[in-house]
């Protein structure tokens, strides 16, 4: 029973159930919250289909604008929506003859009367609209009664310009008027406390008798000083009635700024905001027009100027959308049914929310009880283990968690007419937090919530360093410690030698007397210095023992303190090392002395033994027996002689008794040398021999002589001991001034030992003995690789048998 409880399936249907019960109870809470700002269901739906008949509205004038004349009718038949639709030059919907068939574009019906909805629309302001999905329509995003709100047209405006010639401030529009500002404000500083002045534009005539403009200070009637522009900081501009004239500018004209209030534009892409900065362009000349800003301008803060129209003629056209529902929607399957499915589900919600809200939080106890019974238990164990979601940081799980919950309110409220998509938001929202609560749960139930944490983290990466740094800094101490318990003689010498020094100084410093004190001053130099020579005898005495020189012993009779005991300490050592090497070396010429006079000595009878066997076997003995010994003795003495060949061979090559003529030499030629000599034998034990060389030659510096043996003992080894069938690599790779050379190959029997083994003297791969061979051949070849200033090493991985030759 207990392990059905804890099936997968089964706590994966618990897990979605208790998401949509949590998921279900928010829904209704916010459904609840948002229903109540509403006096009933009714006046929601009335909102809504406000917003709907406005978005329909406002699509098909767009699309009659666009040039489609059957945009009134096609809206009206596929949709619930009856309107009729007027176009007039009038600012205002009273004023508009709804009765005149000549103002009338188009109507569904014969006549509407009580419209639900009266929308109004500028024709010139219409732009791109799309209505692409219920959720906009329903939350009257495209709404926008945008008609007859003033009589005035309107420009922006591009720029605000100085002129040279003239010395004006003009106000730029974009469709190529200039206008001269009344007023400007001219300043040293970034606020109006260090204005200079405040200069009107008055109309002067000219020793001709010609009108023109120019700038006065208001109050002293001093002109505007055109000269000391360059240094003027700061220039506003305003318009008769005393409004700020604002204007932004592209980055592309930066250059021809010239006067600015905040120069941190600079710091900005694109378009430079309009109510941020002032930026005036000086110019040459603007143009001959010397027409003043009107007084009837108006001059909003984003840099719009409205004006009145001259004419009626010159107003533009506006459509008035008189928009009725009928009593009952057909199902025409357009934003109206649409929105009243949704209507539908919040009105049902509304109206059984006690019962939903039992139903959810007993579904949501019951399955999270359930859940957090067999969190983090397996089907066939009681024991808990974590998931890998488990293991996660928990700070980081908690914030993905916190941000999906702050999400659903907001979302909740602002999407509350896209019902399905705040349903799924909430249902993603509490699936997280569910999960959350429920790792949180076995973290602790394991035990290890602690050690899954981000401060956990944090400490463990920063504990190895401070343990170093602890390390660093208590080692010193430790070790002085260590050497004042190891030393307690020396320091206590120490610290009395130190002690009266103080004491002297103290006595030169209590009787005022400076020559005293440099006396002692002296004394202090002269011990230094002789401590310094004497560690240097000492230094230079255990340099040369380092470097093998024991003919020159410390000289202690000269030597004080510890200093002399230390001298006879490093004597000793070198009298030692001196009878070690001494008797090492007596011991290395006894064996090379015994290994020759018994090769020589068994030499003698093994070539009488050799010679007689061959003197037999060229004679006519019939007796196959015989013949039989024979062949056993010639092959048993020939081994036998190789045996005692290599024995004096390897001596020779670890004693360094062997002559070695390095030279130059293409490694490549002999070795494939090597390898002729080798194939027939290759051939016969089935090996296939694989040279890799990609650069030819490769030269290296050897001895001709011992590098062939080299070659020729890895090569031997290889036939005896590969494993038949299979292949033989052997690669050279060039180096700056040599090469290096590997031999691979796989063994026939388990190499049960290690590399190092291997090359020891009568160390055979082949632990039974059943091939020939004396196991000196890897030896012979690593003492001769030394003797050329070459390294061999030997390397064994299970099977693989790998020998690397560096020159």
């Known amino acids: 029973m207990k392990k059905i409880s804890r099936n997968l399936w089964l706590k994966l249907a618990a897990f979605i159930v208790c998401s949509v019960m949590a998921a279900g109870l928010v829904v209704t809470t916010l459904v609840a919250v948002y229903t109540n700002n509403y006096e009933s269901t009714a006046q929601l739906r009335d909102e809504i289909h406000a917003n709907i008949a406005g978005a329909y509205s406002r699509q098909m ?51 509407i009367s009580n419209p639900d909805y009266i929308f109004s629309y500028k024709a010139e302001n219409l732009k791109w609209n799309r209505l692409s999905n219920l959720w906009d329509a329903m939350s009257g995003s495209y709404e926008e009664s945008d008609a007859a709100s003033s009589d005035m047209n309107s420009e922006r405006i591009s720029s605000i310009m100085y002129s040279k010639t003239n010395g004006l401030f003009y106000l730029c529009l974009n469709d190529g008027t200039a206008y001269v500002i009344p007023k400007v404000r001219v300043m040293t500083g970034s606020n109006d406390n260090s204005s200079l002045g405040l200069y009107k534009v008055v109309e002067k ?14 109050f002293t009637g001093q002109p505007l000083d055109i000269s000391g522009f360059a240094e003027w900081k700061n220039v506003k501009c305003y318009d008769e009635k005393g409004n700020h004239i604002k204007c932004g500018m592209n980055l592309e004209d930066k250059d021809n700024s010239g006067f600015e209030s905040d120069g941190s534009y600079y710091d900005y892409d694109e378009d430079v905001y309009y109510d941020r900065y002032e930026i005036i362009k000086v110019v040459e000349q603007v143009n001959e027009s010397y027409e003043l800003l009107p007084d009837t301008f108006k001059i909003s803060d984003n840099g719009i100027v409205y004006y009145p129209y001259t004419s009626t003629e010159d107003k533009p056209g506006y459509y008035y959308v008189y928009a009725k529902l009928p009593e009952q929607l ?47 238990k397996r089907e066939d164990s009681e024991e808990i283990k974590l998931r890998l979601y488990d293991r996660l940081p928990y700070g980081v799980m908690l914030g993905v968690t916190m941000l999906a919950d702050f999400m659903v309110f907001p979302a909740g409220f602002l999407l509350i007419k896209q019902l399905p998509v705040v349903a799924l938001i909430c249902l993603a929202a509490t699936m997280v937090s569910l999960e959350a609560i429920l790792s949180t749960y076995v973290r602790i139930r394991a035990h290890e919530f602690w050690k899954h944490t981000l401060c956990y983290y944090v400490v463990r ?57 440099f006396i002692i001053k002296l004394i202090e130099l002269a011990l230094l210095i002789a401590f310094i020579m004497q560690y240097d005898r000492i230094r230079c005495a255990a340099k040369a023992i380092a470097n093998g020189d024991f003919s020159q012993p410390v000289d202690t009779s000269r030597l004080m303190l510890f200093f002399r005991k230390h001298g006879e300490d490093l004597n000793n050592v070198s009298n030692g090392i001196e009878a070690a090497v001494s008797e090492k070396m007596k011991s290395e010429r006894f064996r090379t002395e015994l290994i020759t006079n018994v090769s020589h000595d068994i030499k003698t009878p093994l070539t009488s033994i050799i010679n007689y066997v061959d003197l037999l076997q060229k004679e006519d003995i019939d007796n196959e027996k015989v013949r039989e010994y024979l062949d056993v003795l010639d092959r048993q003495s020939s081994r036998l002689k190789k045996l005692i060949q290599d024995l004096l061979e390897a001596s020779k090559a670890s004693t360094g008794s062997i002559n070695v003529e390095l030279e130059e030499l293409d490694a490549a030629v002999m070795l494939s040398q090597v390898a002729g000599e080798y194939k027939e034998k290759f051939e016969k034990n089935n090996l296939d021999l694989i040279i890799k060389n990609d650069v030819t030659p490769v030269m290296i510096q050897a001895d001709g002589r011992h590098l062939w043996r080299v070659f020729d003992n890895l090569m031997n080894n290889i036939n005896k001991y590969a494993q038949p069938g299979t292949r033989v690599y052997i690669d050279i790779i060039p180096k700056d001034s040599g090469a290096i050379i590997t031999f691979k190959n796989v063994s026939a029997t388990p190499l049960n030992i290690s590399s190092d083994e291997l090359k020891e003297r009568f160390v055979r791969g082949d632990s039974s003995r059943n091939t020939e061979g004396s196991g000196l051949g890897l030896s012979i070849a690593e003492s001769l690789m030394k003797l050329m200033n070459g390294t061999l090493e030997l390397t064994v991985d299970g099977d693989l048998f790998k020998v690397t030759l560096e020159f």
């Open 61 to 111: 004038v767009y699309n009659y604008e666009s040039g489609d004349d059957n945009a009134f009718s096609q809206m009206t038949n596929d949709t619930n929506l009856q309107a009729a639709v007027v176009k007039s030059n009038e600012t205002s919907e009273d004023k508009v003859d709804v009765k005149s068939d000549a103002a009338k574009v188009y109507s569904s019906v014969d006549k």
């Open 461 to 517: 990466f920063f504990l190895k360093p401070v343990k170093k740094l602890c390390r660093m800094v208590f080692a010193p101490i430790r070790y002085g410690f260590a050497w004042i318990e190891r030393n307690v003689p020396l320091f206590l010498i120490s610290m009395l030698a130190f002690g009266f020094i103080c004491l002297l100084e103290l006595i030169g410093f209590g009787i005022g007397s400076i020559g005293f004190i």
């Open 330 to 376: 057909q199902e025409k399957g357009d934003y109206f049914n649409q929105a009243d499915s949704v209507l539908d589900i919040m009105e049902f919600t509304e109206t059984h929310l006690s019962v939903l809200f039992v139903v959810f939080i007993l579904g949501f106890v019951i399955t999270a009880g359930y859940l957090l019974t067999v969190a983090g």
């Open 205 to 218: 005539t000219d020793e001709n008798g010609n009108k023109y403009f120019a700038y006065e200070e208001m």
